[in-house]
């Protein structure tokens, strides 16, 4: 009757409930919202256009962190990584270049949840340095691996101790290419590149608990060694499947 949708309705966070109403005309939605708040028993807190936030709230029942400060900056831990998925999933299927960062400690899940999502976004997914079943470092991409509906990744701390220049100018070539790029450690890939934090549209937070520091000590003391004895003996930087531990 009044030619709008509920297309999703869940609650969100306590006590609130969120709805995705779908119509073909905005006097519609003021028409609805007028209506609704003649009720006394319904509060409209916030009638917009749905953001990623918002629909991922809705369809998950609660809001993704975003850092208060940094807007670019999203928290998650281990318990949501369903949530995390999806995330970078709605992320993974915008078009154009969009770089990513995502900070965590060894075997929380970082690398699964990448290929997760980029499955889900039914995007191909490369690994230009990796650690997740052996240790990968590319130093070049054959011709059909150049796609921009590709999902590179970076591990940061993997190629932030490899010395070896045609990996380091694969990366940069990667860098430039419109497509989306996902780096691991992104802290370690900064200090050791020509990029800075701003370059990052996303960066990604990822804990096995809210306590959890995230600290790259021990992983730039491995660097260092790795880069004067060429030895990448004990892996502290991820070391398989750590999602299924």
Request: proline share 2%; hydrophobic share 35%; net charge negative.
């Amino acid at each position: 009757m009044l030619g709008i949708s509920i297309v999703t309705i869940n609650g969100v966070d306590q006590g609130r409930r969120g709805l995705l109403i779908k119509t073909d005309s905005l006097e519609k939605v003021n028409r609805f919202e007028h209506i609704i708040n003649e009720l006394s028993e319904i509060e409209i807190t916030k009638l917009r256009v749905p953001e990623l936030r918002d629909r991922l709230a809705v369809r998950h029942g609660r809001y993704i962190e975003q850092d208060a400060d940094d807007k670019k900056t999203f928290r998650f831990e281990r318990e949501d990584l369903g949530l995390l998925v999806d995330f970078l999933a709605e992320l993974f299927k915008e078009e154009g270049h969009k770089l990513i960062g995502i900070r965590g400690m060894p075997r929380v899940g970082k690398t699964e949840s990448i290929v997760a999502g980029s499955v889900c976004a039914h995007k191909r997914w490369l690994f230009i340095s990796s650690t997740l079943i052996k240790q990968t470092v590319r130093s070049s991409l054959i011709k059909g691996e150049y796609d921009s509906n590709h999902v590179y990744i970076i591990d940061g701390a993997v190629t932030a101790r490899e010395s070896n220049p045609k990996h380091q100018e694969l990366v940069r070539e990667v860098m430039t290419l419109p497509s989306i790029k996902v780096v691991e450690h992104p802290d370690l890939f900064v200090e050791s590149g020509n990029y800075s934090m701003d370059d990052f549209d996303y960066i990604i937070e990822l804990r096995e608990n809210e306590n959890q520091e995230i600290e790259y000590d021990q992983m730039k003391q491995q660097t260092v060694k790795s880069k004067n004895s060429l030895d990448f003996g004990e892996d502290m930087f991820g070391g398989g499947f750590g999602f299924f531990e």
